[in-house]
């Protein structure tokens, strides 16, 4: 029996802020969930420390620049977890830019934005991904 392939090995570790490799539903949907989590406690934490210390200990300087990494960082782990989601179904992860556009500027209709979101979403949640190898790698 041969020892699995490094590739392999990418595939299946924990690595939050790659864009190579594949991604299966399962993973995908618990490293979301386990972001969205983690997004929520830093932010509330955030706030509560703004709300009880004051501007005396936190300055707006501060909570700005809090703010934009935190984005920055929430961000890019949603984007390489869409990336590695769309190899793994067999598309390129230059797709996941589209989820970039601000939408509300070209489509009029607020709520169609929240429909063709909430659409891809399940696909990415949903769809299986191709068996074997593609492109992107080895599958699971």
């Not at 802020?17 to 979301?32: E, I, N, V």
């Not at 386990?34 to 703004?50: D, E, H, N």
């Not at 939408?103 to 991904?129: E, K, Q, R, S």
């Amino acid at each position: 029996m041969s020892s699995p392939s490094k590739e392999a090995a990418v595939n299946n570790s924990f690595s939050p802020f790659t864009f190579d490799g594949r991604l299966g539903r399962g993973r995908y949907l618990g490293y979301s969930v386990l972001l969205i989590v983690i997004a929520t406690v830093v932010m509330y934490a955030g706030v509560f420390a703004v709300a009880f210390l004051g501007d005396s200990y936190l300055s707006e300087r501060n909570a700005e620049a809090f703010g934009i990494v935190y984005f920055l960082v929430i961000g890019l782990l949603g984007i390489s977890y869409d990336v590695r989601r769309l190899h793994d179904l067999g598309h390129s992860g230059k797709w996941a830019i589209a989820l970039l556009v601000p939408w509300g500027l070209v489509i009029p209709w607020d709520w169609l934005i929240w429909v063709l979101g909430g659409i891809i979403l399940l696909y990415l949640i949903f769809a299986p991904g191709t068996d074997g190898r593609n492109d992107y790698g080895e599958g699971r």
